[in-house]
């Protein structure tokens, strides 16, 4: 596999469900981040990671819990979560300093339901 | 309060005929500006980026310009292909290293018409 990967593509979990999404990226990069898609809004970035440390939470509740294992790996564990949280998911990877932007996965359909 | 604007949600061309998306941008900081684009069911794909110490760069069919004192880019697509019928995205960066944090506009959806 090349690129950057998700899974699952979609997703439907109750309130009280606890799920993951996944993220793998093949290209060497060491940054990873998590965007949320919702209809008519822009891509809000969620949570930043350069080699494998968190640098940027920006303001996401904590039934969104990011985990980066390795620089090849990032996860978002959801919990609790509510139907407003109902979006696409895009992950992301880049290689710090190259300035060629961001290298997207195919996201995470998730709907709250 | 959004930093990348993009005001037109939708735009319809002629094939063969130019397409042009624009983007608007209130954060004197930015210094590097990316376009994607985006199919249903895929994530954005990098199309094409400028940096600040330039007012072009230009990439087959694909131009983008940059006017920093208006804070204002544009993408030119000329001709324009039915396949370029695609959501696109204006982003930037306050830098083209470091970070890397790009903030992104909702995206203007170009159909191209046969």
């Known amino acids: 596999e090349t690129g950057v990967t998700q899974t699952p593509r979609h997703l439907v979990m109750g309130m009280t469900n606890k799920k993951s999404l996944k993220c793998e990226q093949h290209l060497g990069h060491n940054a990873m981040y998590w965007y949320k898609q919702s209809a008519k809004k822009p891509l809000e970035l969620m949570f930043v990671y350069n080699f494998k440390e968190q640098t940027e939470n920006n303001s996401v509740p904590s039934r969104f819990s990011p985990e980066c294992p390795n620089s090849s790996h990032l996860f978002l564990h959801l919990h609790t979560l509510q139907p407003e949280d109902s979006a696409l998911y895009l992950c992301?990877?880049?290689?710090?300093?190259?300035?060629?932007?961001?290298?997207f996965g195919s996201g995470t359909r998730l709907t709250v339901v | 309060d959004q930093q990348v604007k993009q005001n037109s949600p939708s735009l319809s061309v002629q094939e063969g005929r130019i397409s042009i998306l624009n983007c608007d941008y209130t954060n004197s900081m930015f210094d590097y500006f990316l376009w994607y684009k985006k199919y249903p069911a895929e994530g954005p794909t990098f199309l094409i980026s400028i940096s600040s110490i330039k007012d072009k760069n230009e990439d087959g069919r694909f131009t983008v310009f940059l006017n920093k004192s208006a804070k204002h880019l544009s993408l030119h697509i000329v001709p324009s292909q039915p396949g370029d019928s695609a959501v696109y995205f204006c982003?930037?960066?306050?830098?083209?290293?470091?970070?890397?944090?790009?903030?992104f506009g909702k995206g203007t959806k170009l159909t191209v018409n046969p």
């Open positions: 992301a990877s880049s290689h710090l300093g190259q300035g060629h932007g961001y290298t």
């Open positions: 982003a930037a960066s306050p830098a083209q290293g470091g970070s890397e944090k790009l903030v």
